[in-house]
């Protein structure tokens, strides 16, 4: 009978605890609310606002993966990325051709981003700082102001590179179409690496050579992203 008293307490402090989070959460969510409506802020964003907790609570329990991560030892953060970045390091070249360390060094110079559907994660005319990876989503190519439709990129492709690299303006702007998860380099760090790693220059040849039919459309169209 102890036995049983004492899973069923367990049990129950959990959801008591879950229950607890969740009403934090959401208390958190009506003062924002209850701010945006003291600063007249439109609608139509309040209501993206709220969507957006609303996903972050429904896939992650409002937890952010950056924080989480800074909570955790060295080995262990970095187990966790290459498990959350795994279709990324057989797929994107950039990872593909870099060596079991140097891999590393890139997942733990990245941070994670969850972006709603319908913003623009780079804008056409802006110059290129990070380097862009999807996990998960997809996002739609456009240009001319978003009249021009190119292509859907979607989990295993990237896109920031030529921008950053090149220090020219993107001709074209990166655009949600679903929730996506994105890793993201920053250009800070790219040099960090690129200064440190004899090898990083090889592997940014190669990733050069090799670029998706998608990407290769885009700049025979003029496309830099």
Known sequence: ASLYAFIFGNVASLFSNIDARKTEYWNNIDSVMQYFNFRNVPRKVAGQVRDYYEYMWAQKRGLKEDNLLRDLPEPLQLQLMQHLAKDLLTEVPLFKYSSPYLKDVLLKCMRNETYPPGVEIVKEGEVGKDIYFISMGAAVVITDGGKTQHCTLGSGEYFGDLSMLLKE???????????????????????????????????????????????AALLLEGVIL
């Open 169 to 215: 303006k993107r001709t074209g702007s990166v655009k949600t179409v679903s929730y996506c998860e994105v890793f993201i380099l920053t250009g800070e760090k790219f040099d960090e690496i690129k200064q440190t790693y004899k090898e990083f220059k090889s592997v940014m040849a190669k990733m050069s050579a090799e670029k998706s039919e998608k990407m």
